[in-house]
């Protein structure tokens, strides 16, 4: 039975840091593209980050870039998101996702797809707040 389950979650002053773990059971993650999505009250789940599945490439969308890094330990089987200089508008819930087959691109298979479509196996999130 497949299972991610995130962790790291908490509350951080801004500028601060937290290290987010996407921990996988009854499937490899190397076999999928995983991605990092969150969701702030009001607003739609986006995606944030992605790691594909063979070569492990990896895509952020701009509002992260540069302050969060996700990386891959096939060992472990579990995926992590470093998030640095932390900012209120982090504030959401987040959720790592799997897709099986995937290389985190859109349909031209050049873009980086931010859509939840397609996954096929969800974590169930871990609260981010980012406050004074």
């Known amino acids: 039975q497949v299972h991610l389950v995130e962790s790291g979650g908490g509350l951080v002053q801004p500028g601060g840091s937290l290290r987010l773990s996407c921990s996988a059971s009854g499937f490899s993650l190397d076999s999928s593209a995983i991605g990092w999505f969150r969701q702030a009250p009001g607003k739609e789940r986006e995606g944030i980050s992605c790691v594909s599945n063979s070569e492990g490439r990896t895509y952020y969308v701009d509002s992260v870039k540069g302050r969060f890094t996700i990386s891959r330990d096939i060992a472990k089987n579990t995926v992590n998101l470093q998030m640095n200089s932390l900012k209120p508008e982090d504030t959401a819930v987040y959720y790592c996702?799997?897709?099986?087959?995937?290389?985190?691109?859109?349909?031209?298979?050049?873009?980086?797809?931010?859509?939840?479509?397609?996954?096929?196996?969800w974590g169930q999130g871990t609260q981010v707040t980012v406050s004074s």
């Open positions: 996702a799997a897709e099986v087959s995937g290389d985190c691109l859109d349909y031209t298979g050049e873009v980086y797809y931010t859509g939840t479509y397609g996954y096929d196996h």
